[in-house]
């Protein structure tokens, strides 16, 4: 398997304009992870699903921020509109347990830069 | 919820040095410790983890251990080497949610 795959790598935009982050997870991974990490608070995990399903969001920071599982193999997380203080690196990581049940398997992440 | 506080926030050591890196957690009920180690431009990829049920492991170079009384684990990282660069995290878990410390930058001078 080619591991977690996450597009854009780099995405460089204006503030107000959208932004969508792509994540294609391990196949067999019942459980899809979105982080953000920022210098300033690190990792922060913005949302999980399992079997597609949202089953926190209570990170999501605003009502700008939402995901979606449309099926096994693929995620969104969009910004929109997008604001400076949203830059970050996002993360998309997924397991096959939750907690103590799954090691983390994370892409290598998009950079996003608003201005 | 689960508080995870790490530290240093930056170690730098010779190498061949010893490495050694702290971490502390809240939660009682949390039982399952990983460690990540981040390169440059990279994801987090997990190098080791310890439950609640074992004090110690050990994995070649790198070891883990685990104090529950006192609720903090470490990473000891011996003869270190320059590719041994990285950020380190640490992490705790109980049943659900993964709680991140905030890294450590570790740098390891040839």
């Known amino acids: 398997d080619a591991g977690v795959i996450q597009s854009p790598r780099h995405e460089v935009t204006e503030m107000g304009q959208e932004v969508t982050l792509r994540c294609k997870p391990i196949?067999?991974?019942?459980?899809l992870f979105w982080y953000r990490q920022t210098m300033m608070r690190g990792l922060e995990l913005l949302i999980y699903?399992?079997?597609?399903?949202?089953?926190?969001d209570s990170g999501m920071p605003e009502d700008r921020f939402s995901a979606k599982m449309p099926n096994a193999s693929f995620s969104t997380l969009k910004i929109q509109p997008s604001e400076p203080r949203d830059s970050a690196v996002y993360f998309c990581?997924?397991?096959?347990?939750?907690?103590?049940?799954?090691?983390?398997?994370f892409g290598e992440g998009s950079r996003l830069t608003v201005l | 919820g689960e508080n995870v506080e790490q530290h240093p926030s930056t170690l730098s050591v010779q190498e061949g040095d010893s490495a050694v890196i702290k971490c502390t957690y809240s939660?009682?009920?949390?039982?399952?410790f990983p460690w990540y180690k981040q390169e440059l431009g990279k994801g987090p990829q997990l190098i080791i983890d310890i439950r609640s049920n074992v004090g110690e492991k050990k994995d070649q170079r790198i070891a883990v251990t685990l104090n529950k009384t006192a609720k903090h684990f470490s990473l000891h990282i011996t003869e270190t080497q320059p590719e041994d660069s990285a950020v380190y995290f640490c992490?705790?878990?109980?049943?659900?949610?993964?709680?991140f410390g905030a890294g450590t930058r570790l740098t390891v001078k040839p």
């Open positions: 990581a997924s397991s096959m347990g939750l907690g103590n049940t799954g090691e983390l398997f």
């Open positions: 992490a705790a878990s109980g049943n659900n949610d993964m709680r």
């Open positions: 196949s067999g991974h019942d459980y």
């Open positions: 939660d009682s009920a949390s039982n399952y």
């Open positions: 699903f399992n079997n597609n399903v949202p089953i926190d």
